[in-house]
């Protein structure tokens, strides 16, 4: 069965940084991009970027390039999602999502971690 | 790099079919059949009902359809039940490498 499991909910202060992680079971984490989308309170689900672990191609969206990078550990099948400097505008639930092959969607997705940044 | 364009709400009476649109560019819509859309119910993670275009994954019923014209692309619900209830959005590969989605459209089943 594949399952992509996300990290707990967050909250922290501005400024901060922070690490959210995406471990995946039920099939070979190499050969599946992963992406990461956030979806801020009320609104959209916006893409924010996507890794191929098996060689570690990432690519981001103009609007989140620089400011949040994207990662992957082969050894535990886990993807992650960083931050350097929180801002309250982070304030977001963050969804990872498996993708089987460019192009093909987004075919199982996390539970989502909720991150919350406020002083 | 925008989000595609999706209007803010449909609605429909049960039985009855519904159509959403979504509107991009030959950068991103026009440009691949790799568009899909997803169903997300309040407080749920996005479900997938159709990815490249037209092709349904396993499970998803059929009343749930896809299409493209030109830089549009369509998705239609047939057979309209109060299940269906929920924000529907539609994503596209880019040319460029990355990916966009539509700003979401609020489906209410009457």
């Known amino acids: 069965e594949v399952q992509l499991v996300q990290s707990g909910a967050e909250v922290k202060q501005p400024g901060e940084s922070l690490q959210i992680s995406c471990k995946v079971s039920?099939?070979?984490?190499?050969?599946?991009?992963i992406g990461w989308v956030r979806q801020m309170p009320g609104k959209g689900l916006e893409w924010m970027g996507i890794?191929?672990?098996?060689?570690?191609?990432?690519r981001y969206s103009p609007s989140f390039q620089g400011q949040v990078t994207i990662s992957a550990d082969k050894s535990i099948s886990t993807a992650y999602l960083q931050w350097s400097s929180l801002r309250a505008s982070d304030t977001a639930m963050y969804y990872c999502?498996?993708?089987?092959?460019w192009g093909d969607g987004f075919d199982y997705w996390g539970q989502g971690t909720l991150v919350s940044v406020s002083s | 790099q925008s989000a595609l364009t999706q209007p803010a709400s449909v609605s429909g009476s049960p039985g009855q079919s519904i159509t959403i649109s979504c509107t991009g560019t030959s950068s991103d819509v026009g440009g691949y059949n790799y568009v899909s859309w997803y169903q997300q119910h309040p407080g749920k993670a996005p479900k997938l009902m159709i990815y490249k275009v037209t092709d349904r994954p396993s499970g998803v019923s059929d009343r749930f359809s896809g299409s493209k014209s030109g830089n549009t692309a369509s998705l239609t619900i047939s057979g309209l039940q109060a299940e269906d209830e929920a924000d529907y959005y539609c994503l596209s590969y880019t040319v460029s490498g990355t990916v966009i989605f539509g700003g979401g459209t609020k489906l209410t089943v009457l």
């Open positions: 890794i191929y672990p098996g060689d570690s191609d990432t």
């Open positions: 039920g099939y070979n984490f190499f050969r599946y991009w």
């Open positions: 999502a498996r993708d089987p092959g």
